[in-house]
């Protein structure tokens, strides 16, 4: 199993940047498909990104055109950059290996099976 741990949280104002990064050891990110997702207080887990083994990416609507997510095949790390955030981006943020290689691109929580322990983003107003 994929062991993930998650990096970059911290508080900032609105309107800032954040850059999340996620360090994967006991498999290649380069043949997984790879997730971001983020939980705030009371509120179910959602899907912010996925990426998956060609590259191919999506977003969830309320992240298009400001997040973006990025794979390193050399450092096997996934990065989430995060610009322009407003205060509802405030969260736990997840990252996340899905269960099968070379696969099409998933977004759904049971496809994932591997969890990093997350990283706080506070976006201040």
């Known amino acids: 199993q994929v062991q993930l741990v998650e990096s970059g949280g911290g508080l900032v104002q609105a309107g800032g940047s954040l850059r999340l990064s996620c360090a994967a050891s006991?498999?290649?990110?380069?043949?997984?498909?790879m997730a971001w997702f983020r939980q705030a207080p009371g509120k179910e887990r959602e899907i912010v990104a996925a990426i998956n083994w060609s590259g191919e990416a999506h977003y969830t609507d309320s992240v298009k055109g400001r997040f973006t997510i990025s794979r390193d095949n050399v450092l096997n790390t996934v990065n989430l950059q995060m610009n322009s955030l407003k205060p509802e981006g405030t969260a736990v943020y997840y990252c996340?290996?899905?269960?099968?290689?070379?696969?099409?691109?998933?977004?759904?929580?049971?496809?994932?099976?591997?969890w990093g322990q997350g990283t706080q983003v506070t976006v201040s107003s």
């Open positions: 996340a290996a899905d269960t099968r290689r070379w696969g099409p691109i998933r977004t759904g929580l049971r496809d994932f099976g591997s």
């Open positions: 006991g498999g290649t990110v380069s043949s997984l498909s």
